[in-house]
């Protein structure tokens, strides 16, 4: 039942045992770093002044622009002759930013993902297939090492061909799937012209699906579309990659591998700690590297701490659903929108397929949104039950977000597709 028994199944006072031993470790070793001993020089700080757990609140963020600042190498802790691979950020938001590993880094990280693939049920006998694209993106070596840790007969597709992805799938009887949640939709689209039915046709059963937000509607969807267990994947390459935090059967949460990493939520605006249970900024410290620990670094990412125990027997902390970055947030007429809120109301409606674009305008000096959908094949092009849909539809999202937005049904397949991580909002606005 657990890869890692010992690590898996500590209590919380082990864990907190583990990872004060770890973080003294790690700040000591951070002082190889020019980066950070400076850092610690200015704020008048030693490793010596880490002594409980609450200590690191001592310790000053890292931030993006620190990685940027630094660009390319510059917070390694080790020479670069002990580094082995590097890796880099998709670079969604702005410039990329490198991070460098060791031997050992990796096979940790390998570790770490084989130990998420085997806490869903995935085991030796396993054909694991990978729809991510391989190279910088740490999704493609990150999950073919962890799979190949497990014993796994892996198949590195790679990304794009999705016909040949399909012809892999059905050939080789793949087990399990990575795919990020926009592609295993489209897997399905072309599953479907090439006449193929997912749950007679193939033996896939597991889908590891992560790297880009989606709602519960989106990963329900999958699994009744591709007849699987879809159990959602969250990591940066900030943090390695894949294996940081990870579904366990329940799919109630994410559980985050503290014996990796610290968890901090804070108000990305304060920077203080949020309440128990409350959505925050999620702030990570890495325990266990070696080429370039991070010591509370800023992901971006908005979260929480699931409040309660999870019936799995684990006790690491588990991360609820990621809301979106910070930077995705979108400020409408002066309110606050992630996107994640009208995906979720969209999905409600079983006649619209799982692919919308977002649109924002301005407009008579005014903030305006256009939402496209696209309907689904069986939806006909009856106009007065598509009037009546997209009425609807507008009712419910202007009830959440509290804008009225502009709703246009698109028949399926008209709205741009992107190669990688979907994108899902268009900001066309002035600025004045
Ligand atoms: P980039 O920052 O350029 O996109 P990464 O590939 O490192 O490069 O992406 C990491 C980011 O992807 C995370 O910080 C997070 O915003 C997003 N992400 C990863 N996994 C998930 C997930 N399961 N749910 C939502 N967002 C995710
Ligand atoms: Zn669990």
Known sequence: MYLHKELETMS????????LERLQATVKHCMNSPFYKKRFEENNLSPDDI???DDLRKIPFTTKQDLR???????????L???????????????????????????????????????????????FQNSSG??????GLGFQYGAEHLGMLTVPAAAGNTKRQIKFITDFGTTALHAIPSYASRLYEVMEEMGIDPRKDTKLKTLVIGAEPHSEEQRRRIEEMLGVKAYNSFGMSEMCGPGVAFEC?????????????????????????????????????????????????????????LPGECPCGRHHKRLDRMKGRSDDMIILKGVNIFPIQIETILLQFKELSTDYLITLETKDS??????????????????????????????????????????RLVSKGSLPKSEGKAVRVKDLRKTF
């Not at 930013?97 to 869903?120: F, N, P």
Request: charge should be negative; include cysteine; hydrophobic fraction near 35%.
């Open 69 to 79: 600042d630094t660009y390319p190498f510059g917070i390694a802790s080790v020479p």
């Open 81 to 127: 002759e002990k580094c082995t691979r590097l890796h880099s950020s998709s670079g969604t938001t702005g410039n990329p930013t490198v991070i460098l590993h060791t031997e050992k880094d990796l096979q940790e990280w390998a570790k770490a993902v084989a130990r998420c693939l085997h806490m869903v049920g995935l085991r030796p006998g396993d054909v």
């Open 249 to 305: 059967t329940e799919q109630n949460g994410l559980h985050i591998w503290e014996d990796y990493y610290i968890v901090e939520i804070v108000d990305p605006d304060t920077l203080e700690p949020v309440a128990e249970g409350e959505v925050g900024e999620l702030v990570l410290t890495t325990l266990n590297r070696e080429a370039m620990p991070l010591l509370r670094y800023r992901t971006r990412d908005l979260t929480r701490v």
């Open 134 to 139: 391989y190279g910088m993106f740490t999704g």
């Open 366 to 407: 005014n903030d305006d949104m256009t939402i496209d959908v696209e309907l689904n094949d069986m939806f006909t092009d009856d106009y007065g039950r598509l009037q009546s849909l997209a009425k609807e539809i507008t009712r419910q999202i202007k009830d959440e977000i509290l804008v009225t937005p502009h709703v």
């Open 51 to 53: 002594k409980t757990l």
């Open 12 to 19: 919380r006072p082990e864990i907190e045992k583990l990872q």
